[in-house]
């Protein structure tokens, strides 16, 4: 029976240390691999309906109950249904769960790079307000960490704003327009001709 423990050890393994965790984890967060996608299927489809229906709100009575729901909201739909529109159907409810978090002050309860995926859901929205407030909260952990984890921190920084000027200029992901069946417009077409265009 899964629990917010054993997806936490599976989403950011055993390690203490930040790190360890960001070296050791990171194939399986940004990889886009097929297998780690099959494997996420496997083992954690059923519970995506389940957090998706209400049957799992009682985890968020805990930090890292509200992380996990975060991550099966925002980060486990992405890769159990990569390149289909159900990729970000629980967007506004993993955006909802990001919001009590930071309400009730999770995310400081949290170490480094658990924040980093509280926040994401905010990074992830196509709304401008998201994305300048996802930027500060980024800016703001980058600013906290100390020196040596620095440079992957300013890297998660990185990101956030480069997400923000792509919602800043065309008030959408024009990445996604294919899979949800959105017209591109001739500048959106333009940039995606671009290297890092779908992040």
């Not at 029976?1 to 960001?22: K, Q, R, V, Y």
């Not at 890769?79 to 309400?103: K, Q, V, Y």
């Not at 196509?126 to 980058?142: H, I, K, S, T």
């Not at 992901?173 to 995606?192: C, M, V, Y």
Request: glycine letters at 6%; proline letters at 7%; aromatic letters at 10%.
């Amino acid at each position: 029976m899964e629990t917010p423990d054993t997806l936490h050890n599976f989403w950011f393994g055993s390690e203490p240390d930040d790190a360890t965790t960001i070296a050791r984890q990171s194939s399986l967060w940004w990889g886009k691999q097929a297998e780690a996608d099959a494997a996420i299927r496997e083992r954690f489809g059923p519970l995506l309906n389940r957090a998706a229906a209400g049957e799992l709100d009682h985890w968020r009575a805990t930090p890292r109950g509200l992380l996990a729901l975060i991550l099966i909201s925002d980060q486990f739909p992405r890769s159990i249904h990569r390149g289909s529109p159900r990729a970000f159907d629980c967007d506004p409810l993993a955006r909802a769960w990001c919001r009590e978090a930071l309400e009730r002050g999770a995310d400081l309860a949290s170490r480094p790079v658990e924040r980093v995926f509280l926040y994401l859901p905010l990074e992830h929205s196509e709304d401008l307000d998201d994305q300048v407030e996802a930027v500060r909260l980024f800016r703001d952990l980058a600013d906290s960490v100390d020196v040596p984890l620095r440079p992957a921190f300013d890297g998660f920084l990185d990101y956030a704003v480069r997400h923000h000027a792509v919602i800043e200029r065309f008030g959408r992901f024009p990445h996604r327009n294919a899979i949800l069946g959105r017209t591109s417009s001739a500048e959106e077409l333009a940039f995606l001709e671009q290297p890092g265009s779908s992040f």
